[in-house]
């Protein structure tokens, strides 16, 4: 058996200064069933139109965790919905769901709260038996506190989703640049049984998942200088299953769907 694993930040906020918007989330829908991947895990889905489009069109090929009638309003104009952005769809049942916000006197900025940034666990009965997914968005990069405020978000998260011994794949755009560098993080992974499947020894040379030639990194808003790798898939307990990573690493698509490259792992039992 195969199991493809999609990861994409798809940058939708219902705003004037996020591109061509309706163009991509056409594109994206085409781009999520051509991939043939067997789960995909989304983030910056914030627009409950958009997301009810991406269900109908998707419908009949995935479930679909993340809510997508359950709204809130933004600044009493703008309707966001109630999952931090967050979406999991999936060609296998989807057994439950649980979106957990990250504490919000943590962040730093106005934007991360009206993000409401957390993750979503999902538990999904595949051929081989129950795997749990985990999604999530972590706090932007800021002037301060921000790479602290991660780490908690991360140790939360791992602490509350690794409480067996469930096949676990945890994904998302965690929002720190070559996470597997920084020790604590590391530490974190390595303490409580989360790899990476980035061969040891080449973090350093992985290919970035946000890059300033990709067109839609060069508006004021999200304007970088050099590209960095944002967006991460880790595994736990996977040999259970007799899985192993046979491929991992970012699409780079042409014309680009979004400001972040998606990422696909596939895990195979053969």
Not at 39 to 47: G, R, T
Not at 104 to 115: G, V, Y
């Amino acid at each position: 058996m195969k199991l493809k694993v999609l990861t994409f930040n798809i940058w939708d906020l219902p705003f004037w200064f996020v591109k061509d918007r309706k163009a991509r989330i056409i594109g994206i829908e085409k781009y999520i069933e051509r991939s043939d991947a067997d789960i995909v895990c989304v983030q910056e889905s914030f627009d409950v139109y958009h997301r009810t489009f991406l269900k109908k069109k998707l419908n009949g090929l995935y479930y679909m965790a993340g809510d997508a009638r359950e709204t809130r309003r933004i600044l009493f104009i703008k309707l966001f919905d109630i999952t931090g952005g967050l979406a999991v769809f999936s060609k296998f049942p989807i057994i439950e769901s649980k979106f957990v916000p990250y504490n919000r006197f943590l962040n730093s900025s106005i934007a991360e709260t009206f993000a409401r940034k957390g993750f979503l666990e999902v538990l999904i009965k595949t051929p081989l038996g129950n795997v749990r997914v985990v999604n999530t968005h972590m706090h932007q990069e800021a002037f301060f506190f921000d790479k602290n405020i991660r780490f908690r978000q991360t140790t939360k998260m791992i602490m509350r989703t690794n409480s067996d011994e469930t096949p676990t794949i945890l994904a998302g755009d965690f929002n720190q640049n070559h996470m597997m560098l920084e020790g604590e993080f590391a530490e974190l992974f390595r303490s409580t049984g989360f790899s990476s499947p980035t061969r040891l020894g080449t973090e350093e040379r992985t290919p970035p998942t946000y890059r300033p030639s990709n067109m839609y990194n060069g508006i004021w808003i999200n304007k970088i200088r050099s590209p960095k790798r944002y967006d991460y898939i880790f595994i736990k307990n996977i040999e259970k299953y007799s899985l192993r990573v046979v491929a991992y690493g970012p699409q780079y698509l042409d014309p680009p769907l979004s400001d972040h490259d998606p990422l696909l792992m596939t895990l195979s039992s053969d």
